[in-house]
Nanobody, 117 residues
Framework: QVQLVESGGGLVQAGGSLRVSCTVS????????MGWYRQAPGMHRELVAG???????NYEDPVKGRFTISRDNAKNTVYLQMNSLKPEDTAVYYC???????????WGQGTQVTVSS
């Protein structure tokens, strides 16, 4: 059974940077496309970025040019580097299998990112 453990969130001022991580177990990680999602209070969970098993990336419009998704197959970990953060980026960030939609309902606990203005 896949397990997803997110970490690295925190409180940062607008314009600042943060990197969140997600460690994956229970699957052959290097073969999995991965995605980062976020859920703001009162909102549905939404896709932020995805990365294929060979490193092709995609980003949703609100984060293009500011966020970078990457992966380290040796560490079974996917990262999301977030730069030029805005208050509207405040959310709980989750990872999941899949490039553009989640492939498992087995979500992790997420990691809270709060951007102050």
């Amino acid at each position: 059974q896949v397990q997803l453990v997110e970490s690295g969130g925190g409180l940062v001022q607008a314009g600042g940077s943060l990197r969140v991580s997600c460690t994956v177990s229970g699957v052959i990680f290097r073969m999995q496309p991965m995605g980062w999602y976020r859920q703001a209070p009162g909102m549905h969970r939404e896709l932020v970025a995805g990365i294929s098993s060979i490193g092709t990336t995609n980003y949703e419009d609100p984060v293009k040019g500011r966020f970078t998704i990457s992966r380290d197959n040796a560490k079974n970990t996917v990262y999301l580097q977030m730069n030029s953060l805005k208050p509207e980026d405040t959310a709980v960030y989750y990872c999941n299998l899949g490039l553009t939609r989640p492939l498992t309902n087995n979500w992790g606990q997420g990691t809270q990112v709060t951007v102050s203005s």
